[in-house]
T-cell receptor, first 113, second 112 residues
Framework: DGGITQSPKYLFRKEGQNVTLSCEQN?????MYWYRQDPGQGLRLIYY???????QKGDIAEGYSVSREKKESFPLTVTSAQKNPTAFYLC????????????FGPGTRLTVL | QKEVEQDPGPLSVPEGAIVSLNCTYS??????FMWYRQYSRKGPELLMY????GNKEDGRFTAQVDKSSKYISLFIRDSQPSDSATYLC????????????FGKGITLSVRP
């Protein structure tokens, strides 16, 4: 089955620790995105990548880092510099007939203890 | 003023009701408008995609865009309990391959 997978589904982290969220897609999509969703806040763009080995900051990139070494993978690292990391993290890739749809993964819920 | 404003909700309706969900926006450059549906603890899925002003219908769903008023709507006819979800509007100036700006989402509950 084609799609986007995110792992783990739930993640717990102690304050001061870095943690990496996985995002993998087998849709052969070039562009990939990371969003953060908080209650009552909608989705906010963290980072995005149009092609391999290239990525740009979104609206709330501080405290996060990404890499795009392979087309199918776009991992997100939440660093200890991120002040309020507890949130629901969503990965997406761009596809559709006219590249008009961002397909979302199932999300990772990160909780900082 | 936020770029995209969405009615905060939550919204509860009886089964079979017509539901109207709305968003307003301030950026006149927006030309592409989307509605996403998100079930609890899942990723959003695209429901409707429209370009510029006008109406688009897909089954029980109708998306309406009024660029002159900077106002978009999603209508759900004959609502079903399976429509219970959070609905997010999203828009961009250059299509889904550019930055999407999302509304905060509204949670809809359809009572059997």
């Amino acid at each position: 089955d084609g799609g986007i997978t995110q792992s783990p589904k739930y993640l717990f982290r102690k304050e001061g620790q870095n943690v990496t969220l996985s995002c993998e897609q087998n849709l052969n999509h070039d562009a990939m995105y990371w969003y953060r969703q908080d209650p009552g806040q909608g989705l906010r763009l963290i980072y995005y990548s149009q092609i391999v080995n290239d990525f740009q900051k979104g609206d709330i990139a501080e405290g996060y880092s990404v890499s795009r070494e392979k087309k199918e993978s776009f991992p997100l690292t939440v660093t200890s510099a991120q002040k309020n990391p507890t949130a629901f993290y969503l990965c997406a890739s761009l596809g559709g007939v006219s590249y008009n749809e961002q397909f979302f993964g199932p999300g990772t819920r990160l909780t900082v203890l | 003023q936020k770029e995209v404003e969405q009615d905060p909700g939550p919204l509860s309706v009886p089964e079979g009701a017509i539901v109207s969900l709305n968003c307003t926006y301030s950026n006149s450059a927006f030309q592409y408008f989307m509605w996403y549906r998100q079930y609890s603890r899942k990723g959003p899925e695209l429901l409707m995609y429209t370009y510029s002003s006008g109406n688009k219908e897909d089954g029980r769903f109708t998306a309406q865009v009024d660029k002159s008023s900077k106002y978009i709507s999603l209508f759900i006819r004959d609502s079903q309990p399976s429509d219970s979800a959070t609905y997010l509007c999203a828009m961009s100036a250059s299509g889904a391959n550019s930055k999407l700006t999302f509304g905060k989402g509204i949670t809809l509950s359809v009572r059997p």
